[in-house]
T-cell receptor, first 115, second 112 residues
Framework: DAGVTQSPTHLIKTRGQQVTLRCSPKSGHDTVSWYQQALGQGPQFIFQYYEEEERQRGNFPDRFSGHQFPNYSSELNVNALLLGDSALYLC??????????????FGSGTQLSVL | GENVEQHPSTLSVQEGDSAVIKCTYSDSASNYFPWYKQELGKRPQLIIDIRSNVGEKKDQRIAVTLNKTAKHFSLHITETQPEDSAVYFCAASRPGGFKTIFGAGTRLFVKA
């Protein structure tokens, strides 16, 4: 049973560029959440996708967008990259109960460096 | 806004001693409190969780306690071992909410 997989593992971009990160959820899960983890900090919620729609969003600008596909996999897109976007981007999958409080299973993350 | 504060940021203990990590949450509607362990270069993994209708939960050497009135919850690790060395994150979420708010983490060192 594959867990949560993310690609790529590492990425280097320059300011102003755009990036797409990918995530495949754990088998049996239907929900994908994205988190940004800066060095030495806890994960910060970006947004959650369920039934191919953004269900909830954290305090991130519109430069951050996402998508969920019919097979439950998801993409995170970041436009107009800033130096401050450098971080570990974690994908977490869960099975939706409809009431929240879902147990999150994390991928290993994509380390994004913006130069 | 919603916030989870975690203390201490760094904790060093001798192997075999106990370790306690404390968290405070701001959203009184929070009712689910998971704890995650993140080893260096690895993904965060859920190690234990507690819901607001329970005051304490134990799983072998780890236990969590919750004080809803004070909006405090704690992680207790007994008989620590070197493999317990990692960063531990507390977190909170509210009913009907789909985001989990994380603390800043506690780096635990267990000295052999």
């Amino acid at each position: 049973d594959a867990g949560v997989t993310q690609s790529p593992t590492h990425l280097i971009k320059t300011r102003g560029q755009q990036v797409t990160l990918r995530c495949s959820p754990k088998s049996g899960h239907d929900t994908v959440s994205w988190y940004q983890q800066a060095l030495g900090q806890g994960p910060q919620f970006i947004f959650q996708y369920y039934e191919e729609e953004e269900r909830q969003r954290g305090n991130f600008p519109d430069r951050f967008s996402g998508h969920q596909f019919p097979n439950y996999s998801s993409e995170l897109n970041v436009n107009a990259l800033l130096l401050g976007d450098s971080a570990l981007y974690l994908c977490a999958s869960s099975f939706s109960t409809g009431t929240g409080n879902e147990k999150l299973f994390f991928g290993s993350g994509t380390q994004l460096s913006v130069l | 806004g919603e916030n989870v504060e975690q203390h201490p940021s760094t904790l060093s203990v001798q192997e075999g001693d106990s370790a306690v990590i404390k968290c405070t949450y701001s959203d009184s509607a929070s009712n689910y409190f998971p704890w995650y362990k993140q080893e260096l270069g690895k993904r965060p993994q859920l190690i234990i969780d507690i819901r607001s209708n329970v005051g304490e939960k134990k799983d072998q050497r780890i236990a969590v306690t919750l004080n809803k009135t004070a909006k405090h919850f704690s992680l207790h690790i007994t008989e620590t071992q070197p493999e317990d060395s990692a960063v531990y994150f507390c977190a909170a979420s509210r009913p009907g909410g789909f985001k989990t708010i994380f603390g800043a983490g506690t780096r635990l060192f267990v000295k052999a």
